[in-house]
């Protein structure tokens, strides 16, 4: 038996103006989730804790059934992971953003305008040597690797150094961008900061002269540094229950959650992570993982979060109706009588009004061949809450699953 | 947007014979309440832990967010504050009740007849020297302060304190009055019992010879202390979400804690704590704060309690009834769409057959601008039971308000 298990990026929501105060998934035409409903067994779960809004990085460390609030220790870390990179103990990873600074030092755009890939990674190309100068300096090692769009990782590799130093992202547009300081008394957190502003001066001295940025909308003139982060400990899933699993995620800080988890990473052609992902590849590709034997599939789809925080409204209704669609034909390749679970969650609530994570719960159900069903037969955030898995946290969904598949460990004799 | 957190103390009951077993909140008309559950959100809470009892100091810490498994320091403390005084840490504070004592030393009534605020007022001002003797003689500060009715508090402020001491109060009338004794090996626990039975004693003598005791019914002739407690060190509403909340309650127990939270105390005249309270006037004052700019109005109501500890089964649907009317008057002056939470509820269940505080569940009701609504329509024990918050902690119901206020902290990126 194994499991596909579903994580639909922040489409959890509160029901909204617009929509007749109905959320986007009570709205939208959702056939093969409401099915789900219907045949198995649903419920809401707070990803860490009721009215505590989780980050991404923290939703899916609770989903995969780690208790965040022992094994937190920032996100750089996972972001770096996720980023195929390594990371040794001691080594400090960090969060980076391509953004476009004013002459003032003000952030204009804290994505550069979503800088295309190629982009961002030729001006990568450019920050090799200003990395490995500021590195030799110190006496350390510096990494500096774009991922998708604006978004890229930095790694500090070597001894002295600490996560407990602030961001020089200040958050939110039309501020200005932050020096990086210690947040504690010791030398290592020193250190580390002042590494930090003086990469963040050469970098963005690099970017000012660089060719391309002339011919951008909006040139990608700094480099955004935050969420300092070591690399967590964890038992792996397959130590802990003896499972093999893998990830699809087009988000490297979702990639480096599982990596740390132990699950094998998918690369799925035209998986974005963004609104033009390719739900069906997505699917399919879980699907043939699970034909070759794989325990679990942890499929994450990112768009919906992005419709939250663009306040698309529309476009958040149609992206869930798009992924129940490309959920429909996955359902019709599984045997959900005798072989496989498949569980479909959010990893948090993003409100389209704020445009932010909220601590509301999220929806789910979880159908296949031994649940005991209850009697709703919609996926939502109102119909689940009168379902029989009543109210869960995200860290118990991990060993409730493992339950049904006959591999958790008893507790006594 | 801001919150209105209405908790009726002791409201919850459990099925009673005499209301065909109905709880009083089924039976009550209380069209209010259940207008606020047919447009809001509902559940039921355990404001400790399932099937744990808990005082009216611990479930209001909880409701108020606070842990009491981490927070509670003995009741003494948040009496005292309630009662306006100062705590230094070390201080220790006793809740205190003037009872009458027959003339073998048993306890004939717990309360000497509740004895009127003035009358105790006065008896209070006789033992203010004998306490300063008391005092001197160990080198400490003892202040004896009448609240409401037969209570008061009594403060020891110096060194060599300890709260590990037992209770002379008995708890129930039948009873001798106890010695007060150390509840561990410390010198300190010691001291202080030694100094609690003087006290206990002197203040025998100078009641027994007080005139005004000669007049009264049930003369206070004793005072039983119990409760023991030291300051418990909150971090603040402000501190912990930035929000500025205000307290109504007549009971110095509650305000205490509100105090201890860091709510301001809104002195509202007529609010009694008693069955006379002017319910109108607590719920005017609470929608005038809120219109002033207060974040979180905590509007404590204690009649319901008294109903239930006196087996006043028809008093208790009364008063329910009379506190849905004036709830009612407060939602007409608020604006339940777009800018107010309205939360109510009960500190914990108080059964009118046995007169004491039990672990049942308490019923909760949340509505305002963002909240999933469930399809419940009444506020009761048993209808909530199936509403859409499902089953939560008391200290959960801080998070969940202050996650729709957009005051929660967000844990991870």
């Known amino acids: 038996m194994n ?6 990026d922040g489409m959890a929501d509160r029901p909204v103006r617009e929509l007749g105060r109905r959320t986007p998934l009570q709205v939208a035409e959702t056939p093969n989730m409401d099915a789900l409903a219907e045949m198995g067994i649903t419920g809401i779960v ?18 995969l059934g780690y208790d965040p609030y022992k094994h937190y220790a920032g996100r750089g870390a996972l972001e770096a992971l996720g980023a195929g990179l390594d990371l040794a103990p001691g080594d400090v990873a960090f969060r980076c953003n ?3 600074l004013g002459p003032s030092g003000v952030v204009e755009d804290r994505r550069a305008g979503r800088i ?3 982009h961002a990674t030729r001006l990568a190309e450019a920050l090799r040597s200003v990395a490995e100068e500021v590195g030799s300096q110190f006496g350390i090692r510096i990494e500096f ?3 998708v769009e604006h978004r890229a990782v930095l790694v500090l590799r070597g001894e002295g150094l600490s996560r407990a130093v602030s961001d020089t992202d200040p958050g939110e547009a039309g501020r200005p961008g932050r020096e990086c300081v210690p947040l504690d008394g010791t030398p ?10 003086l990469l963040s001066e050469r970098f963005r001295r690099a970017l000012e002269a660089h060719p391309l940025n002339r011919r951008l909308p909006k040139p990608a003139n700094a480099v955004l540094f935050r969420g ?14 003896g499972i093999e699993g893998a990830c699809i995620s087009a988000v490297a800080l979702v990639k480096g959650v599982c990596r740390a988890a132990g699950l094998r990473l998918l690369d799925v052609p035209g998986a974005t992570g963004s609104y033009n992902t390719d739900l069906n590849a997505k699917f399919s590709s879980a699907v043939e993982a699970l034909r070759e034997g794989a325990d679990l599939v942890y499929l994450h789809i990112k768009a919906t979060d992005l419709a939250s925080h663009d306040h698309a409204v529309g476009r958040k209704v149609e992206l869930i109706e798009r992924i129940d669609k490309a959920l429909g034909s996955a359902l019709d390749a599984l045997d959900l009588e005798d072989e496989t679970y498949v569980l479909v969650t959010a990893d948090h609530t993003t409100s389209l009004r704020t445009g932010k994570h909220e601590g509301d719960p999220v929806p789910v159900v979880l159908a296949g061949p031994e649940v005991r069903p209850d009697n ?3 996926f939502d955030e109102i119909s689940c809450a009168r379902g029989g898995l009543c109210r869960l946290r995200g860290t118990d969904l991990m060993p409730v699953l493992m339950n049904l598949l006959g591999r958790a460990r008893k507790f006594g004799f």
Do not use: H, K, Q, W
């Open 376 to 378: 709703v037969d919609r």
């Open 116 to 118: 295309r890939t190629e």
């Open 145 to 147: 690797v774009p991922t």
């Open 98 to 100: 391509f953004a476009t």
């Open 188 to 197: 290592e957190a020193r250190r580390t900061a002042e590494i930090i502003n």
């Open 3 to 8: 499991v596909l298990f579903v994580v639909c």
């Open 46 to 63: 707070d990803p860490v804790a009721p009215g505590v809004p989780p980050g991404s990085d923290v939703a899916n460390m609770a989903l």
């Open 228 to 241: 300092a982060g070591t690399l967590p400990r964890l038992r792996t899933l397959r130590e802990l229950y």
